[in-house]
Nanobody, 121 residues
Framework: QVQLVESGGGLVQAAGSLRLSCAASVRFFSFTSMSWYRQSPGKEREWVAT???????DYAISVKGRFTVSRDSVGNRLYLQMNSLKPEDTAVYYC???????????????WGQGTQVTVSS
């Protein structure tokens, strides 16, 4: 059983900061990437940030320069440091992993249950 569990969400004022964490219940054999997505009511889920197996990072234009994605050395814990938060950052944030459990496993996509981030003006 594989579980991804997000934590660290909450209520914060505009210009404030939050740090989200995502803990995986297993250590993956390998992974292509780990990412953060977010979804607001009435909107489609959107990609926020990605960190690859070789530690490269990429960000959505809307968060570039404000958010930082990182992971531990084995990829079983993912972080999103969110600074200079804006009301439009309000959403449920989801952890995602594109990974293999074993060398013979089919690469699969795993999702966390989400954590609510609310930014007040």
């Amino acid at each position: 059983q594989v579980q991804l569990v997000e934590s660290g969400g909450g209520l914060v004022q505009a210009a404030g900061s939050l740090r989200l964490s995502c803990a995986a219940s297993v250590r993956f054999f390998s992974f292509t990437s780990m990412s953060w997505y977010r979804q607001s009511p009435g909107k489609e889920r959107e990609w926020v940030a990605t960190i690859t197996g070789d530690m490269n990072t990429d960000y959505a234009i809307s968060v570039k320069g404000r958010f930082t994605v990182s992971r531990d050395s084995v990829g079983n814990r993912l972080y999103l440091q969110m600074n200079s938060l804006k009301p439009e950052d309000t959403a449920v944030y989801y952890c995602n992993a594109e990974a293999q459990l074993y060398s013979f496993s089919i690469p699969s996509t795993y999702w966390g249950q989400g954590t609510q981030v609310t930014v007040s003006s």
